[in-house]
Every structure is written in C-alpha cells, then in structure tokens.
C-alpha cells in the first residue's frame, strides 16, 4: 500500500518526532495534544489545578508538570491581549502553550517575573530569524524579524524588498499566577501564523501592522513541527540567562523604539474611556515599561497599552 504525504499546509503536527526531539528538553518533554479545542491557555491552567490536587502542594506533580506543552490544530477561542480572539484555519498556524512552575525558574526570573514577556519574545524571534530566506539556504530572515511592544512578533512581508515593512506574524500572551505575591506559575501563549494563505488573514486592524505568515512572505510552506521543536529549545536555551543579557537582547529587537507612536490605555477613573498619549518612543525601561515623549518633552512611562505606530 502506498502513503499519501499530505502537504505541509494541511498536515498536523507529528508527534512521534516531537517527542523524539523534545524528550529531554526542559520545555515540550511532556505533550498534551488535542486536535481541536476552545484554548491551549485553558488546558495548561487545567492541568496545572489537576497537578496541584495530585500533589497534595508536594513539588513533585508541579515539577513534572513544568515545561509542558499543549498544541492544537485549530482552537475556537484562542485568547490574545485585550480579550481579543486569535482564530486560524485548520492545521495552518502553530499554537502553544507552555506552563512553567516557579520552583523551575531561575531565581533571576522568579524575583522579577517581567523578564519572562522578554525572554519569549527573544526566543520567538530568534526561532523565525534563524529560517532560511529561501530554499538554498544562503540568506537567513535575521533582520526581517523583529519586535513590537510589548509582545508582537514582527515579519518583514518582503523579505527582499528595500526597505523593508513589517507585518505581524505572531502574538505572544502570558498570564501568571501569585501566591502570597510570589510567582506561583505562569503560562506562555504563542499564535504564530506559518502556513495561511494571504487571502486566510483577517482584515487588518486599524493603526496596526497588517498580519502575515511565513508562508505570505516566503513564498513556501514551513514545517511547523520543525518549527515548534526549535521554539522549545530556543527558550529552554534562554531560561538560564541573566536579566541582562535578556534585556539588552529583547531591546535591541524592538522595531517601537524611534518610532512616533499613539498609546492607548484604559482610564483608571473611567470605566471603558481609553486615555491616549503621543509622542516619540524613545526608551524601554529594564522591567518592560515603554517609555514615550511628547512635543512638550512630557515623558510617560507604560506598562501596558495598545500602541500603534504613526506616520512620520
């Protein structure tokens, strides 16, 4: 009998080989794998309660439990910064989630938890960075891949082109837990769009980069089993760093910076009014915060926020 080989754009991951190559990695030895499903984020923060009540608070369940990885096809109500929905075709994009318990961490990275939206967002990067940009080989994406703040992985939609314009081709979402202000754990969400067609994507939204996929701007579909062993080893790689060296890192990825930008954040004194500053992004601050200046030299210091770049 003769295989049929499916193509790289309809095919599921395989799973044989990436408990092959992720068995003794730190993150991914452990596979939760679900064909379809509401959200990878909810399954990990399930599995992290079913961790805790198997261990009665004993280290040992949580410990195992660090470093796993839930994937899927396709998700239903895969969840994006400002309670946004990330939805994709079938078998089209790579979604992860990974859970890390905070007695698995560095001490680096339990003391200041803000270095983890960091450190994924370098891992990420370096993960599409190091593909070649066509199939001989010769050229890498490298400066084709870059960061938006806080947590947008950035593609170049051509990459040949000159200059180049960016496209977002993934977002990276986490949410911790605190026990007695403690990390307690937390979860790493990455959508990251490889084999969608353009006519696939979404409309853009507006003030935002248009989204793209690597297969829109390479012009060939990527194996994204390959891609997701990678993704693990290169953030296990980085688990270990130090503050600095994530920092000066992850800073100099961002394509924010000397940029004019318009920040919006939610009113603190009013329930669904958005508070909106301007002005030239000039900085970020070690623990993340983005720091932007007005014409009047008023400089404001953000720790969250939607921020869309504006013409210059």
Known sequence: MTSISMPLNHAPLNLDSLRRSLNDCPIGHTIHYRERTASTMLLA?????????????????????????????????????MQRVWETPYASALLVSILLDATQLSPALRQRPQLLPMLVGVAAAHTLAALPIKDTGEELLGRCV???????????????????????????????????NRLDYVVIGIGLNVNQTRRQFPPAQVGAPPPVSLRSSLGRCV?????????????AALLDSAPSS?????RALLHTLGQPVTVRTMDS??????SIFEGMAIDVTPEGDLVVENSHRERRFFSAGAVTLRPN
């Open 146 to 180: 870059t960061l938006k703040w806080p947590n947008d992985l950035l593609l170049a939609i051509d990459p040949l082109a000159s200059p180049l314009t960016y496209g977002k081709v993934a977002g990276i979402l986490l949410e911790s837990s605190f026990h007695h």
């Open 223 to 235: 194996d994204r089993t390959s891609l997701l062993v990678n993704l693990c080893r290169n953030l």
């Open 45 to 81: 923060h399930a599995e992290r309660a079913a961790a805790t009540d198997r261990s009665g608070q004993q280290a040992g369940d949580l410990a195992d439990a660090s470093g796993a990885i839930f994937v899927t096809e396709e998700q239903s109500a895969g969840r994006g910064r």
């Open 269 to 274: 004194g009013m329930a669904d009014v958005d």
């Open 246 to 250: 994530i920092y000066n890192q992850w």
